[in-house]
C-alpha cells in the first residue's frame, strides 16, 4: 500500500539556519502530496502542496518539489525563525477517482528553532 | 467564518467504556473525514462520510463507527475501549473533487485508563 516515510528528528536549529526535512513515498501513479504543519496544541494546517511532477509547492517561506523520479518531496526553508518550531508532517493522497482524498502521513518531524 | 470545530476537547475514559467524539465541519464543506494520532505518531486514517455514508474505511476495527447528519456533522463512536485506543482524534473536512485541501479541527485527545 501507500506509505510515507520522513527523515528521523527532532531537528534542533539556530534562528536563520537552512532547513531540509526529507521525505520519500512509494504509491502507484502519481499521488497528490502535502506538507502539514501542526503547532503545540493545534490541529494540522496545511503548509504547502504539489500535484504533478515537477511543480513547486510554496508558502511562507517553505518550499518543496515534487519528484517522480525519486519519489521525494523535500521540505526546505533559507532561513528559519522561532515561531517555525512545530511538527512537520509529510502525507499523499493516491491519484485516481476511488481515494476520495484519503491522507496518508508521515512519522512526523518535530523541528526546534532556538533564538 | 468557523473553521472545524470538535468537541469535547479531553476526554477521559476506562477500559471496556463506550465514547463519542463530535465533529462540525467547515462552513460549505460537504465531506467528513476521522483520524487516529498516536502520540508521537502521524495521523492514520479511520473512515469518511460523505451523504451521510461511509464512503471510504481505514485498517480499523468495528468497534469504530461513525454517523455523519444532514447538516454534514459527524460523530466518531468507539467501543469497548482498549488502551491503545488513547490517542488524539482528528476530524478534516473538505468538498468537492477528493484532492481539494481537507481542513482540521484541533482534535479531540482521548485518554483510556
Known amino acids: 500500500g501507500d506509505s510515507v516515510t520522513q527523515m528521523e528528528g527532532p531537528v534542533t536549529l539556530s534562528e536563520e539556519a537552512f532547513l531540509t526535512i526529507n521525505c520519500t513515498y512509494t504509491a502507484t501513479g502519481y499521488p497528490s502530496l502535502f506538507w502539514y504543519v501542526q503547532y503545540p496544541g493545534e490541529g494540522l494546517q496545511l503548509l504547502l502542496k504539489?500535484?504533478?511532477?515537477?511543480d513547486k509547492g510554496s508558502n511562507k517561506g517553505f518550499e518543496a518539489t515534487y519528484r517522480k523520479e525519486t519519489t521525494s518531496f523535500h521540505l526546505e526553508k533559507g532561513s528559519v525563525q522561532v515561531s517555525d518550531s512545530a511538527v512537520y508532517f509529510c502525507a499523499l493522497t493516491p491519484a485516481g477517482g476511488t481515494s476520495y482524498g484519503k491522507l496518508t502521513f508521515g512519522q512526523g518531524t518535530i523541528l526546534t528553532v532556538h533564538p | 467564518d468557523a473553521g472545524v470545530t470538535q468537541s469535547p476537547t479531553h476526554l477521559i475514559k476506562t477500559r471496556g467504556q463506550q465514547v463519542t467524539l463530535r465533529c462540525s465541519p467547515k462552513s460549505g464543506h460537504d465531506t467528513v473525514s476521522w483520524y487516529q494520532q498516536a502520540l508521537g505518531q502521524g495521523p492514520q486514517f479511520i473512515f469518511q462520510?460523505?451523504?451521510?455514508?461511509?464512503?471510504q474505511r481505514g485498517n480499523f476495527p468495528d468497534r469504530f463507527s461513525g454517523h455523519q447528519f444532514p447538516n454534514y456533522s459527524s460523530e466518531l463512536n468507539v467501543n469497548a475501549l482498549l488502551l491503545g485506543d488513547s490517542a488524539l482524534y482528528l476530524c478534516?473536512?473538505?468538498?468537492?473533487?477528493?484532492?481539494?485541501?481537507?481542513?482540521f479541527g484541533p482534535g479531540t485527545r482521548l485518554t483510556v485508563l
Open positions: 504539489a500535484t504533478k511532477a515537477d
Open positions: 462520510y460523505y451523504e451521510e455514508e461511509e464512503r
Open positions: 478534516a473536512s473538505s468538498w468537492g473533487t477528493p484532492r481539494r485541501e481537507q481542513f
